[in-house]
Structures are given as structure tokens and as C-alpha cells.
């Protein structure tokens, strides 16, 4: 026999039901349960902060620590720390202003606020902005720094395909692009060099 | 005059301590000059007719000169030794108790590339303000570096113009104008004569001077 549940005895919101949240952590939009016995009154509208990385995207936050191989099969924002390699293939990797990434990254796109000491792979594009520190080669198809950024290593500007879009151009010094025809990536900085050592002579010298 | 005097006169500031922190100067506007080095530099890039160039840029991150670089179609490089070498890490205890960079831990991590890289190396004014013990190690570095042919650009002051000589990032604008962005932070630690700048670059082929109108000598060196 049917029995009843206590939750049907509640009175029924007049309110449509709430379509069901998805199950990512990301989702920054609250449900707000409906009061019982409790005409329909108009509500606020508050306005909701979206920030586009919470939308459709995985999110790492600062507060997690990862060590060893992180894949994916969609875009993702990470703000924490990792130490391994990052391999996103066809999807966007945005690392967070708290980012402490020790990684060798391949994604389509990345955009870096954070620090970064690893070779980059990009088959988009990357995007150094101003509070980033890039330590590693990049490898990418077109490449933004914004002024301010902190880079050492190798840019490798990728030679794109013929069917792929005219880059874009901005003007220098506030974001510079640069879309040259390149050369296939390569390890420019890996090769040992015994450096000299011993007090300085002084150059000043005659010889 | 002894020659500790001359030494002490030659690198005036060396032992004077550093700015903690080093960023763009708020009140110093961006200047521009014409370089005549970068414009021949530029030329003999072109001329080799390398098709992969690689270019070594060792001023603080420029996205101008990376645009412009690897528009050409050069692999770009960046190190910005300068600020790498305040790093405390690489300093060590002398017999004297005074300490000083080691210039085989610095260049452990440092500039640690494979030799005949480079078509070009973008040094700008870095060896007037290098701590002294990395001056002459930093060069020799620069040369095994650079192919045989290869450019080597560099700015020195003609003289002391004291807390005007600011450090400066340098960035590109095509064909030879440079802006000039002060950065505070840095102070000129030396100034080199012609005969230094000979000497210090002496394992050269050859070098050729540009006196500027803002007494700085542009040298360019080929390997």
C-alpha cells in the first residue's frame, strides 16, 4: 500500500521547482527553498556574480594540493598547487592567481595569473597576464604578455595551418600578440653548461 | 694611483646595497631614442638569411620586443639576469667575511645554454649595473653562447649621470627606436672606457661603437 511520505504533507510552492543544479562544485548559482504558505511575491533580483571561470568549467581551488598527472576532457581553473604534468589536450586551462603550477602543461588555450615553472604546450593560445610569473618554453600558436608579466625561457611560435584564422593584433606594450610563421618547438634550455667558476680577474686589466 | 683605486673608481657603487624591490617607475616617463646599434643588428639578422633565428633578450620581459621578434620568426628568449641576480641564494661568504655572488651557482640556473645558440643576444645596459663578480664570467657566457657571426647588442653610459642613469626596460619599436621604461631599484654600479669595453669583449671578432646624444655608447659585437 501507498503510504504517505512527510514530505508530502507540505504545502506546494506555487513556485515552479528549481531545475536541478549540476553536481560541479562550480555551479555559483544558489536555490533559494521556496516558503510554504507564502503568496508568490516577486523576488529581488539580486544580482549574480558569475564569474565566467565558474560557468561550465572544472575548478581546483587554492586550497588543493596535487602531485602526479592531472587529465581532463574539459576546461578548468586552477587555483591551487600541483606538481606533475597538466594535460588538457583540446580544452582551456586558466591558472589562478593563487596557482603554484610545477608542471609541464598541454592544453589548447592558457591563460596564467598565477606562477608556472614548466614547459607550456599550447595549440591555441597563451596568455600571460600581468601578476604571472612563467618560468619554462612555450610552445603556442599565438601568444599574449601583458606588461608586467614576469617570463624566462623560450617562446616558440607555432606555424599555424592554412584554414586557421588571421590572428588578431593589438598594439604593443599594453598586450603585445605575435603571430609570426615559427618553427617547430624544440628544448633550447636543456643542455648542461659547466659554468666558470673561481674569483673574477679583473677585466680592466691591460693585456 | 693604485690600481685597487682605480678599481674602486672604476666600479663606484659596487658595494653599495641594492633596492629590495625593483619595479616600473611611476614618476620617470617612458623616453624613446633612436639606436643605431639595434637598426644594423637588425640588418645583419636579416642578411644572414638564418631561417630559424634565435634571440636571446636579457632585459626584464618586454612583450613589445617578443611580439616584434617573433614576428620575424625568431625563437625568442628571455632571461632577466639582472633581477635574477638579486637572488640571496647565490651569494657566499668571501675569505674577507664579505659576501658576493658566486658566479658558478648563478650560472647553474642561469643562462644555461647550449654553446653556438644564438643568432643574436639583447644584453642593453645589464653590464652597467651587474654586481662586479659576474661582469667578466657573464661575457665570457654570452660569447660561447652566440654563433660564430653572431650579433651581440649592448649599451654603456659615457658617464654618470647619477640617480638620472636609471636601469631601463628596453622595448622595440620597429625599425630602430627604442622606448625606454625606467625601473627603480637598480643602481649604476661602473663606468666603462672604450678600453674596458675592449677588453671585456676582447674574444670578439669585431666591435663597433655608436655615441649617443644621452651618452650612451652602443656597442655591437660579432662573434
Given at each position: 500500500m501507498w503510504k504517505a511520505r512527510p514530505e508530502d504533507n507540505k504545502p506546494v510552492?506555487?513556485?515552479?521547482?528549481?531545475?536541478?543544479q549540476p553536481a560541479s562544485p562550480l555551479a555559483a548559482t544558489s536555490t533559494t527553498p521556496s516558503t510554504p504558505a507564502q503568496a508568490p511575491v516577486p523576488q529581488k533580483e539580486t544580482p549574480k556574480v558569475m564569474e565566467p571561470h565558474r560557468a561550465d568549467v572544472g575548478h581546483i581551488g587554492k586550497s588543493v594540493s596535487i602531485r602526479g598527472e592531472l587529465t581532463g576532457s574539459e576546461d578548468l581553473y586552477l587555483d591551487g598547487e600541483i606538481e606533475g604534468t597538466v594535460d588538457l589536450r583540446d580544452h582551456s586551462l586558466i591558472i589562478g592567481p593563487n596557482g603554484r603550477i610545477k608542471a609541464t602543461i598541454s592544453a589548447r588555450d592558457l591563460i596564467v595569473h598565477g606562477r608556472v615553472e614548466g614547459n607550456v604546450n599550447a595549440t591555441g593560445r597563451v596568455e600571460l597576464r600581468k601578476s604571472c610569473t612563467l618560468m619554462g618554453d612555450v610552445a603556442t600558436g599565438r601568444i599574449v604578455i601583458e606588461d608586467g608579466a614576469f617570463f624566462k625561457g623560450a617562446i616558440d611560435i607555432r606555424e599555424r595551418d592554412d584554414n586557421e584564422a588571421k590572428p588578431e593584433t593589438r598594439k604593443p606594450m599594453a598586450a603585445a600578440t605575435s603571430a609570426g610563421s615559427g618553427m617547430s618547438s624544440g628544448t633550447g634550455s636543456g643542455i648542461s653548461y659547466n659554468a666558470a667558476s673561481g674569483t673574477q680577474g679583473s677585466f680592466l686589466d691591460p693585456k | 694611483m693604485s690600481s685597487s683605486d682605480n678599481l674602486k673608481r672604476w666600479f663606484r657603487g659596487a658595494d653599495a646595497p641594492q633596492a629590495k624591490s625593483a619595479g616600473p617607475s611611476k614618476a620617470a616617463p617612458r623616453t624613446t631614442r633612436r639606436c643605431i646599434g639595434l637598426g644594423e643588428l637588425l640588418r645583419n639578422l636579416k642578411s644572414a638569411g638564418e631561417q630559424k633565428l634565435c634571440v636571446l633578450d636579457l632585459g626584464p620581459t618586454s612583450p613589445a620586443n617578443i611580439a616584434f621578434l617573433t614576428e620575424m620568426g625568431a625563437r625568442v628568449f628571455n632571461e632577466d639576469v639582472l633581477r635574477e641576480s638579486q637572488d640571496p641564494s647565490y651569494l657566499v661568504k668571501q675569505e674577507d667575511g664579505s659576501l658576493q655572488i658566486d658566479p658558478?651557482?648563478?650560472?647553474?640556473?642561469n643562462l644555461n645554454y647550449a654553446p653556438d645558440q644564438f643568432d643574436a643576444i639583447l644584453c642593453w645596459d645589464v653590464p652597467d649595473y651587474l654586481p662586479e663578480s659576474?661582469?667578466?664570467?657573464?661575457v665570457e657566457r654570452l660569447q660561447v653562447m652566440l654563433k660564430v657571426k653572431g650579433n651581440l647588442l649592448a649599451?654603456?653610459?659615457?658617464?654618470?649621470?647619477?640617480?638620472?642613469?636609471l636601469y631601463s626596460r628596453h622595448h622595440i619599436v620597429p625599425p630602430d627606436i627604442l622606448e625606454l621604461e625606467p625601473i627603480q631599484g637598480f643602481r649604476l654600479q661602473r663606468i666603462?672606457?672604450?678600453r674596458h669595453i675592449e677588453n671585456l669583449f676582447k674574444d670578439f671578432a669585431s666591435r663597433k661603437f655608436f655615441?649617443?646624444?644621452?651618452n650612451?655608447?652602443?656597442v655591437l659585437m660579432v662573434r
Amino acid at each position: 500500500m501507498w503510504k504517505a511520505r512527510p514530505e508530502d504533507n507540505k504545502p506546494v510552492s506555487v513556485n515552479p521547482p528549481q531545475p536541478a543544479q549540476p553536481a560541479s562544485p562550480l555551479a555559483a548559482t544558489s536555490t533559494t527553498p521556496s516558503t510554504p504558505a507564502q503568496a508568490p511575491v516577486p523576488q529581488k533580483e539580486t544580482p549574480k556574480v558569475m564569474e565566467p571561470h565558474r560557468a561550465d568549467v572544472g575548478h581546483i581551488g587554492k586550497s588543493v594540493s596535487i602531485r602526479g598527472e592531472l587529465t581532463g576532457s574539459e576546461d578548468l581553473y586552477l587555483d591551487g598547487e600541483i606538481e606533475g604534468t597538466v594535460d588538457l589536450r583540446d580544452h582551456s586551462l586558466i591558472i589562478g592567481p593563487n596557482g603554484r603550477i610545477k608542471a609541464t602543461i598541454s592544453a589548447r588555450d592558457l591563460i596564467v595569473h598565477g606562477r608556472v615553472e614548466g614547459n607550456v604546450n599550447a595549440t591555441g593560445r597563451v596568455e600571460l597576464r600581468k601578476s604571472c610569473t612563467l618560468m619554462g618554453d612555450v610552445a603556442t600558436g599565438r601568444i599574449v604578455i601583458e606588461d608586467g608579466a614576469f617570463f624566462k625561457g623560450a617562446i616558440d611560435i607555432r606555424e599555424r595551418d592554412d584554414n586557421e584564422a588571421k590572428p588578431e593584433t593589438r598594439k604593443p606594450m599594453a598586450a603585445a600578440t605575435s603571430a609570426g610563421s615559427g618553427m617547430s618547438s624544440g628544448t633550447g634550455s636543456g643542455i648542461s653548461y659547466n659554468a666558470a667558476s673561481g674569483t673574477q680577474g679583473s677585466f680592466l686589466d691591460p693585456k | 694611483m693604485s690600481s685597487s683605486d682605480n678599481l674602486k673608481r672604476w666600479f663606484r657603487g659596487a658595494d653599495a646595497p641594492q633596492a629590495k624591490s625593483a619595479g616600473p617607475s611611476k614618476a620617470a616617463p617612458r623616453t624613446t631614442r633612436r639606436c643605431i646599434g639595434l637598426g644594423e643588428l637588425l640588418r645583419n639578422l636579416k642578411s644572414a638569411g638564418e631561417q630559424k633565428l634565435c634571440v636571446l633578450d636579457l632585459g626584464p620581459t618586454s612583450p613589445a620586443n617578443i611580439a616584434f621578434l617573433t614576428e620575424m620568426g625568431a625563437r625568442v628568449f628571455n632571461e632577466d639576469v639582472l633581477r635574477e641576480s638579486q637572488d640571496p641564494s647565490y651569494l657566499v661568504k668571501q675569505e674577507d667575511g664579505s659576501l658576493q655572488i658566486d658566479p658558478s651557482k648563478f650560472f647553474v640556473e642561469n643562462l644555461n645554454y647550449a654553446p653556438d645558440q644564438f643568432d643574436a643576444i639583447l644584453c642593453w645596459d645589464v653590464p652597467d649595473y651587474l654586481p662586479e663578480s659576474l661582469v667578466k664570467p657573464l661575457v665570457e657566457r654570452l660569447q660561447v653562447m652566440l654563433k660564430v657571426k653572431g650579433n651581440l647588442l649592448a649599451f654603456f653610459h659615457a658617464k654618470d649621470a647619477g640617480p638620472e642613469s636609471l636601469y631601463s626596460r628596453h622595448h622595440i619599436v620597429p625599425p630602430d627606436i627604442l622606448e625606454l621604461e625606467p625601473i627603480q631599484g637598480f643602481r649604476l654600479q661602473r663606468i666603462f672606457n672604450n678600453r674596458h669595453i675592449e677588453n671585456l669583449f676582447k674574444d670578439f671578432a669585431s666591435r663597433k661603437f655608436f655615441l649617443g646624444r644621452d651618452n650612451i655608447r652602443e656597442v655591437l659585437m660579432v662573434r
